[in-house]
């Protein structure tokens, strides 16, 4: 499987329009987790940043949510932020533009929050447009870099090297709360937190 750790400067300079890291003066590293709420998954990644006071944004996927709106629930109640992750997981250079956003408005109504990552990453300029506009409002969030937790082909330790080699201050680092990365996130996630602590670094959610 074919992806980019870090996110390619040419693909910052094309798509301005997102956020691809937070501008800060202090050691703060961004986490999210693309893809839940998921029944283990999730749970275990809000008890493991609860060890560190740290604090995560959740890029939920509608469907899941309402599978799981308890979970959801309780990503709020600790203090995480949410985003809008699409009602379905659609990848929007695959669906025509009215399936795509439609799919997000759907996902709108069950997830509140104004912060929105495309799944994949794949996105259109047009559909960009749309979603910065009066009925979406929404602010897209891409990434600086992704932990490969999505790869069978890695192992946890992997994901985990790739995260402390590429991540720094202002950092937003993707990880899944979901059943395929699970094994890889078990591994890595508490080795993450455990790292960047001792470095000094905070975790924080993404400014809304």
């Not at 897209?140 to 995260?163: A, H, N, Q, R």
């Amino acid at each position: 499987m074919f992806y980019l750790v870090k996110a390619p400067w040419l693909l910052k300079k094309m798509y301005p329009e997102c956020i691809w890291e937070i501008k800060t003066e202090q050691k703060n590293l961004y986490l999210t987790f693309d893809d839940g709420p998921h029944p283990v998954a999730t749970p275990f990644v809000l008890d493991e940043l609860k060890k560190y006071n740290a604090r995560a944004t959740f890029f939920c996927i509608g469907k899941n949510v309402e599978e799981h709106f308890g979970i959801y629930k309780k990503i709020i109640e600790e203090g995480h932020a949410v985003g809008n992750h699409t009602y379905n997981h659609l990848n929007g250079w695959k669906v025509n533009d009215k399936e795509y956003l439609d799919n997000i408005y759907k996902a709108k109504k069950i997830i509140d929050s104004n912060l929105f990552r495309p799944p994949y990453g794949k996105i259109t300029k047009f559909q960009l447009k749309q979603l910065k506009g009066e009925k979406y409002k929404l602010k897209p969030i891409m990434w600086t870099v992704l932990s490969g937790d999505f790869d069978k082909d890695v192992t946890g330790e992997e994901c985990y090297l790739t995260v402390v080699k590429n991540a720094g201050q202002g950092s937003v680092v993707v990880f899944h709360d979901s059943q395929k990365a699970l094994e890889r996130l078990r591994y890595s996630l508490p080795l993450v937190l455990q790292y960047f602590t001792e470095k000094g670094f905070e975790f924080k959610s993404i400014p809304l």
